[in-house]
């Protein structure tokens, strides 16, 4: 009776401890699910997006800090590119528009690594083109050198035919090698997450709806 | 007689050479479109078909909308889109669809004349052995 008794006990514990152990491993894969379930590539660990002091629409100073509670989309580029940058600008309007009102909650920021022919005039004028309240932001010198290099941007100026070197044009028409695709900012101010430039508007504004759907700063 | 084989030899060669470049080849430009931005540059898409039997080339372009026009295609290498220009032009090989699409092959406009809000862009392609093609590319908006 005694030996019936242990065993039972034996048995339950047993039981319980599958039964922990079965909720400990569902926890664990619905924290990893949570985190890659995501459409974009996640950025692990999520760390305090770099500030970009640069130079705004208004002529005032950005800042991303300023606009915490909020999802900040940035990309990198310039405005006398013909085909990558009107296509990520294009998808990030569709984006916001497929989002509806919570689209206000977006904020898109455009920053020039082609210091030499824009200004923060023609920055505004370009990116107005796509949306009125998207920010085109320009830096030079230093502190754009240190916004390329905290996110992890590169942009190198080429002449795409040496033979304009001889050519009176030859500071017109160029083009820069830039990194190209988005960074997405969460409402804390973290970065979290990042997309090709081609990526389809459909899986980045689901994703989008989840991070809108977290705690703000 | 002497004339006779001249002109024997004449049409042998001819025949040889269109041999050698693989019959002639017919090309036509489809779905030609225009993104233009308003710093001045713009880009022009359109698939071009050549459905004849031999291989021709698209060498240059020129549109009156702006200074000039050049062969460009975006190439991406580890996330970063790098801009390449295409003096050679860009083959296009007979029974062939070439694609001149966002992020990839594309006509460049550099100096844009045309006016804010222009709906349509002229442009005239240069192929090799087909020779000029004008068309009409609409504009679509940003």
Redesign the interface.
């Known amino acids: 009776m005694q030996e019936k008794r242990e065993a039972r006990g034996r048995l339950g514990s047993l039981v319980l401890g599958l039964v922990l152990l079965a909720g400990v491993a569902a926890l664990a894969v619905g924290m990893f699910w949570h985190a890659s379930s995501f459409h974009g590539v996640v950025i692990e660990p999520p760390r305090t997006a770099p500030e970009l002091p640069a130079i705004g629409n208004d002529g005032n100073r950005f800042s991303l800090k300023a606009l915490r509670g909020k999802l900040v989309i940035v990309s990198f580029g310039y405005t006398s590119c013909p085909d990558v940058c009107p296509l990520t600008l294009s998808r990030l309007k569709q984006v916001k528009s497929a989002l509806g009102p919570a689209g206000e909650e977006i904020e898109v920021a455009f920053v020039s690594v082609d210091p030499d022919r824009d200004t923060p005039e023609r920055l505004a004028a370009y990116v107005n083109g796509f949306a009125p309240s998207f920010h085109g932001l320009y830096l030079d010198g230093p502190e754009l050198i240190t916004v390329l290099a905290t996110w992890n941007v590169t942009a190198s100026r080429r002449d795409p035919d040496p033979t304009r070197s001889m050519q009176p044009n030859r500071n017109r028409y160029y083009s820069v090698d830039h990194t190209s695709g988005i960074f997405v900012v969460d409402r804390a101010g973290k970065l979290r997450l990042r997309y090709p430039y081609d990526a389809e508007v459909e899986p980045i504004a689901e994703d989008l709806r989840r991070l809108l759907a977290e705690a703000g700063a | 007689m002497r004339l006779l084989a001249t002109l024997l030899l004449l049409v042998g060669v001819s025949a040889l050479s269109a041999c050698a470049r693989g019959g002639e080849p017919s090309v036509k430009v489809e779905s030609a479109r225009a993104?233009l931005?308003?710093?001045?540059?713009?880009?022009v898409y359109a698939q071009i078909v050549n459905r004849g039997g031999g291989d021709d080339r698209l060498v240059g372009a020129s549109s009156p909308h702006s200074e000039?026009v050049?062969l460009?295609e975006?190439v991406?290498e580890d996330?970063?889109?790098?801009?390449?220009?295409h003096?050679e032009g860009f083959a296009i090989p007979r029974k062939a669809r070439v694609a001149l699409e966002?992020?990839g092959k594309?006509l460049?406009?550099?100096?844009l004349k045309a006016a804010p809000g222009a709906r349509e862009v002229t442009l005239t392609l240069l192929f090799e052995r087909s020779g000029p093609v004008t068309l009409e590319a609409p504009v679509e908006p940003?």
Do not use: F, N
């Open positions: 993104q931005v308003p710093s001045g540059v713009g880009a000039k050049e460009h975006v991406h996330g970063i889109a790098r801009m390449v220009h003096p966002p992020g594309h460049m406009l550099l100096g940003l």
